[in-house]
């Protein structure tokens, strides 16, 4: 998720708009996962020119992402990295006016998730910030 205000159409902005505003959506989850290929290149600084619109996503996450990126072991499953990256998309979510103006008149929830594909166990980010597995 792009922050607010970045130059140029974005439709994951204008997806945001549309569920809030027409169909009045009031939860949002934004849900990362273990073993994901586009944080594992982030990870190794993998050369995508070859797949410009991944580089271009991946972009927008690698400077939120910079200091993960650095102390995140060499674990194939990379949870930190994906968790993260959970962590800035709902900061990049509440920058938008419409998600904070609903936010700020608790008409929307905001929820961060983690699936762990090998187990199937689901994470739930916390208050606190940390990431404990989800009771169904």
């Keep these: 998720?792009?922050?607010?205000?970045?130059?140029?159409?974005?439709?994951?902005a204008a997806t945001i708009?549309?569920?809030l505003e027409v169909l009045g959506v009031q939860d949002i989850v934004v849900?990362?996962?273990?073993?994901?290929?586009a944080m594992g290149a982030l990870k190794s600084g993998d050369d995508l020119s070859a797949?410009?619109?991944?580089?271009?996503?991946?972009?927008i996450a690698r400077p939120?992402?910079?200091?993960?990126?650095?102390?995140?072991?060499?674990?194939?499953s990379l949870p930190e990295v994906s968790q993260g990256n959970v962590v800035?998309?709902?900061?990049?979510?509440?920058?938008?006016?419409?998600?904070?103006?609903r936010l700020d008149s608790g008409r929307l929830r905001l929820h961060g998730w983690y699936y762990e594909v090998d187990t199937g166990f689901v994470y739930e980010?916390?208050?606190?910030?940390d990431f404990r597995v989800h009771a169904a």
């Design 1 to 12: 998720m792009p922050p607010y205000g970045r130059p140029g159409a974005c439709g994951e």
């Design 17 to 19: 708009e549309y569920a």
């Design 31 to 37: 849900c990362g996962h273990s073993h994901c290929g």
């Design 51 to 59: 797949l410009p619109g991944v580089d271009a996503w991946l972009r």
């Design 64 to 76: 939120e992402l910079t200091s993960v990126l650095e102390t995140a072991p060499d674990d194939p």
């Design 88 to 101: 800035n998309q709902l900061t990049a979510l509440r920058s938008y006016p419409v998600v904070r103006q």
């Design 125 to 129: 980010l916390g208050d606190d910030g």
